[in-house]
């Protein structure tokens, strides 16, 4: 896996070994960062089912003063330590079940300029995390959330009370889904999506 943008660009990295890791395609994370780049620079960015680390270890090359990590593998854990050494970044690592993890950061009132959500496909947590953001104050103001999912397994986008749709996109097999916080509008920059 190589980082496709920023002061990192270049730098390879592998998937981690003995389980199933998708990460996302290089693509997917080209449009994404295309999409977000006027909000990445200082952003604090969570990467939920973190897997390879892919999407976080991208924003800290393009500029997020900090990236969170949640997954609950015990090796996936290792593997973003030890990339991050490598990288000489120093991320926040959280073992944890993604869904109880966004109640604790509700609960202690944190949030992200920008959340990313790349679940295990046909388990329905892309539409779990989409409407735990969408219930509680999870986006910064401006904020945007993206998940990948299954283009077989659309997200109920007409139950949203706060979030905004702004669109989704084809990748394959694998659709991404993007959603602003309220005040998003109100923004200078915008995306086009």
């Known amino acids: 896996m190589r980082i496709i943008g920023g002061i990192y660009k270049g730098r ?7 389980l199933f890791v998708r990460p996302s395609s290089s693509r997917l994370r080209e449009t994404v960062f295309n ?3 006027c909000f990445v620079d200082e952003s604090l960015f969570l990467d939920l089912f973190a897997g390879s680390g892919a999407m976080g270890f991208e924003a800290y090359s393009r500029g997020a003063r900090c990236v969170t990590f949640v997954d609950t593998s015990s090796i996936v854990q290792r593997f973003l330590k030890k990339t991050s050494s490598e990288l000489q970044v120093k991320p926040e690592i959280l073992k944890r079940d ?9 609960k202690k009132k944190r949030a992200f300029h920008i959340i990313f959500a790349d679940p295990p496909y046909g388990m329905g947590l892309g539409q779990r995390v ?4 969408d219930a509680m104050p999870l986006l910064c103001p401006g904020g945007l959330l993206f998940i990948e999912e299954a283009k077989e397994h659309p997200l109920d986008v007409d139950s949203l009370c706060h979030l905004e749709f702004q669109g989704d996109r084809l990748f394959g097999r694998t659709k991404l889904w993007c959603f602003a916080s309220p005040s998003y509008t109100n923004r200078e920059s915008r995306i086009d999506f």
């Open 12 to 18: 390879v990295f592998s998937a981690p070994k003995g």
């Open 35 to 37: 999409l977000c780049r």
């Open 130 to 133: 989409l409407e735990s953001v």
């Open 98 to 106: 993604v869904l109880s993890c966004l109640r604790f950061f509700a």
